[in-house]
């Protein structure tokens, strides 16, 4: 099975009361992705620690999806992907491009961002989980056609991140600080 | 060490000890435990037998039909299942609270903490360690914490000089900014309670688990499954990634390049069990 096939649709959220004007949050979980098309939406996912927070937005379309995955490759565990894509990112990264092409995004235009994998000190391989993270997702993206956009990744602070519809910006939340942070701004 | 249990004692703001865990730790260890003793025990006190019943009644435990009294829980859930959510109980009230000095919210260090122990278990259970114990030692492996809070409140500058500045973990900063860390301090804590060497070892040294000596493997299951928290977004507050790797638990612990991430996606399974114990067991303010 090529990472293409092995996809799953995740459902569409678009809970949004069209006569409201506050955004709706939705939570992304972790070993979660969701996808929208729906100007209310704010997507953010749960604490990412060590895994990756993987954002895509296209600004014509106006689509966009959030990752909140935990390990690099579905190597290591072949049926919990095809339980779980999103706990890793390869699986997880097929879904959320075949989806976001579903909702008439273009992977020219896609721009990708990402958040997380925080790293402890010490450069012992077996317990640095975030690193590994890192350096699986920017060999895999060069290898897909992809560059990073923006990134905020490693760091000593846990952080979740969110992804607005209406505008493409991502914001950066750390653990033990009151205001988020931009990301990046359309 | 004769200055820190100084420290300890004088504290104004000391939790209430926890009579019941280390007592029914004793009593579920013996070849002839008897379920009636149990009972009594937990009875000892009305809020933590609340405590018991909701989260044995929660989505997770529950059964068709409702557990009303601790005997009932008792037989239906057994001795394993109900020492941890005592454990988990008398853990939600101690450490509920929001630390401030460490930038953590409400319910972040029981959250990180009940991971950890569902985390530290699982690897106790692979490795044939005592499950109880581990699960005990890493639940209130952060207890320290809720005591040195209060002296880290505005401090938050100089422990992030410390940590992205000068290169040390949080616990060195801790060290070297206030003469103690929260490791020691757990320790000290948890012997002033009574609890068994075991546990007091693995609490103390669960960033250095070689000072644990006899109880080093203990200490390195204790130092995994908080790592495992940590990777798994439940390691809250400032810099809570400012801990050093230790080689010393791969060898403990017999880990290869498969370990950790197979010991996160086993701990994701167990993220429902983890979920029921944060949830149900409501912090009180008391």
């Given amino acids: 099975m090529t990472d293409d096939e092995r996809v799953i649709v995740p459902v569409n959220f678009s809970q949004a009361d069209p006569r409201a004007d506050r955004p709706v949050r939705i939570l992304v979980g972790q070993a979660e992705l969701k996808l929208s098309q729906d100007p209310q939406v704010v997507l953010y996912t749960a604490p990412l620690g060590a895994g990756l927070g993987i954002a895509i937005y296209d600004a014509e379309a106006k689509v966009g999806g959030l990752m909140n995955c935990l390990l690099p490759d579905s190597d290591l565990d072949e049926k919990r992907a095809v339980l779980h894509p999103a706990m890793f990112m390869n699986t997880g990264w097929a879904a959320l491009m075949t989806c976001a092409q579903q909702l008439k995004a273009a992977p020219e235009r896609i721009r990708v961002f990402a958040a997380g994998a925080a790293e402890i000190m010490d450069d012992i391989s077996l317990l640095n989980v975030g690193k590994q993270n890192q350096k699986c997702l920017r060999e895999f993206l060069r290898q897909k056609g992809f560059i990073l956009n923006a990134e905020n990744m490693g760091g000593r602070t846990n952080c979740s991140m969110e992804l607005s519809m209406a505008t493409g910006e991502v914001r950066l939340r750390f653990s033990g600080q009151i205001i988020s942070k931009f990301l990046c701004k359309p | ?286």
Avoid at chain 2, 102 to 117: F, I
Avoid at chain 2, 185 to 212: C, E, M, R, Y
Wanted: glycine share 6%; proline share 4%.
């Fill in chain 2, 1 to 286: 060490m004769q200055a820190i249990s100084d420290y300890v004692r004088n504290l104004r703001y000391l939790p209430p000890a926890p009579r019941v865990v280390p007592e029914l730790m004793r009593l579920i260890n013996q070849p002839d435990a008897d379920s009636s003793r149990i009972v009594n025990l937990i009875s000892y006190d009305p809020s933590l037998t609340t405590n018991v019943l909701r989260i044995s009644n929660s989505a997770y435990f529950g059964a068709a039909t409702p557990i009303s009294n601790l005997q009932d829980a008792v037989t239906r859930l057994g001795f394993q299942q109900i020492y941890q959510l005592v454990a988990a109980a008398t853990g939600a009230k101690i450490l509920g609270a929001s630390q401030e000095g460490y930038g953590m919210e409400q319910g972040d260090l029981w959250k990180h903490s009940v991971t950890a122990a569902a985390a530290a278990q699982l690897i106790a259970r692979q490795r044939n360690e005592n499950e109880n114990v581990v699960f005990t030692a890493t639940l209130l492996h952060d207890i320290g914490k809720t005591i040195l809070s209060d002296s880290l409140k505005g401090a938050y500058s100089k422990i992030v000089a410390e940590t992205e500045g000068n290169g040390h973990s949080l616990l060195e900063a801790e060290t070297k900014l206030f003469g103690i860390n929260h490791a020691e301090l757990g320790g000290q804590l948890l012997q002033h309670w009574n609890f068994s060497p075991d546990i007091i070892a693995a609490v103390s040294f669960h960033h250095t688990p070689k000072n644990a000596r006899v109880y080093q493997r203990l200490a390195s299951c204790v130092y995994m499954g908080n790592m495992v928290a940590c990777f798994m977004g439940h390691g809250y507050g400032h810099v809570a990634f400012a801990q050093r790797a230790r080689t010393e638990v791969l060898a403990d612990l017999e880990m290869t390049e498969r370990s950790v991430p197979q010991l996160m996606m086993d701990t994701f399974e167990q993220m429902q069990l983890i979920e029921a114990f944060f949830s149900s067991a409501v912090p009180s303010a008391a």
